[in-house]
């Protein structure tokens, strides 16, 4: 049997549990909330319309060409990436900023799976016979990319401090104020790059960042229930920081390409340079 001081310490505790959870998460109660919970690059696009775009997202008045984006599927950072952030893509969320900022009308290449399914149902309504005559299947009507993006994650791991403060301000001076030095911010950094498919030369390239704060220690301090309940804390940010980061990039890469002037080469490009070497 317990004794009294036995179950006020007991209930105290229990009480600075659920106190750091709403502090964490405003909520204890299981509630659903439709359009909540996204990331920087939120709302949809239409052809050269878009609804619910992010406000800071630049915009181009006119469109610059057909691009292909690189689905990072192949790249060394993707694996470690997708397994600690759970993070399972970029590049439809980079597909939905460009479209949104009418800077290039998107197309499928870039994306080996999407190319190869695309490429499958051509091929059936096309050659099996089955489909109604006038489908309007012929050869020649893929559009080509003029412009080919490349995301690459630099930095998305490196712990750059401690964010006690504001969660110690909540908390006040009670033991669970420790819960707040497990939590730390972490950094993403990207970057983009556009070349020219014709050319192959890199017309521009953009680099992006954001911070996040990363609960995923603090957590721990709560225990139990606690912990399930805020596990999501220790992932969730980092892979938002990224998204984040992206639009940040793209951003700056709209910018720049406003301002576009194409590189000039004494004697043209891809005839030795001006470098000379004796």
Do not use: H
Request: charged share 15%.
């Amino acid at each position: 049997m317990k004794c009294p001081q036995q179950k006020v310490a007991g209930a105290m505790r229990l009480s600075l549990m659920a106190l750091s959870a709403m502090a964490l998460t405003g909520c204890l109660a299981s509630t659903v909330t439709q359009g909540t919970g996204g990331t920087s690059i939120s709302g949809a696009a239409g052809g050269g319309t878009s609804a619910g775009a992010n406000s800071t997202l630049e915009r181009c008045d006119q469109t610059l060409g057909t691009l292909a984006v690189d689905d990072g599927s192949g790249a060394a950072w993707y694996t470690d990436f997708n397994s600690r952030t759970k993070v399972t893509t970029i590049e439809p969320l980079l597909r939905l900023a460009v479209q949104q900022s009418n800077c290039f009308v998107i197309t499928s290449i870039g994306n080996s799976r999407t190319e190869s399914r695309l490429s499958a149902i051509t091929d059936k309504q096309r050659n099996s016979g089955e489909f109604r005559a006038g489908s309007n299947q012929q050869k020649g009507q893929r559009v080509a990319a003029d412009y080919y993006m490349e995301p690459a994650i630099i930095i998305d791991e490196s712990t750059v401090g401690k964010v006690a403060g504001g969660i110690a301000g909540i908390l006040g001076g009670s033991a669970l104020a420790g819960l707040a030095g497990g939590a730390t911010s972490k950094e993403s950094v990207v970057t983009l790059s556009l070349y020219d498919i014709r050319s192959s030369v890199q017309i521009s390239a953009a680099e992006g960042s954001s911070s996040s704060r990363d609960y995923g220690a603090a957590v721990g301090l709560l225990g139990g229930g606690g912990a399930v309940g805020l596990g999501g804390f220790s992932r969730t940010p980092e892979g938002k920081a990224t998204v984040a980061a992206f639009l940040d990039a793209y951003n700056g890469m709209v910018v720049s390409l406003k301002n576009y002037q194409a590189q000039e080469v004494e004697g043209g490009l891809g005839t030795g340079g001006t470098l000379k070497v004796n």
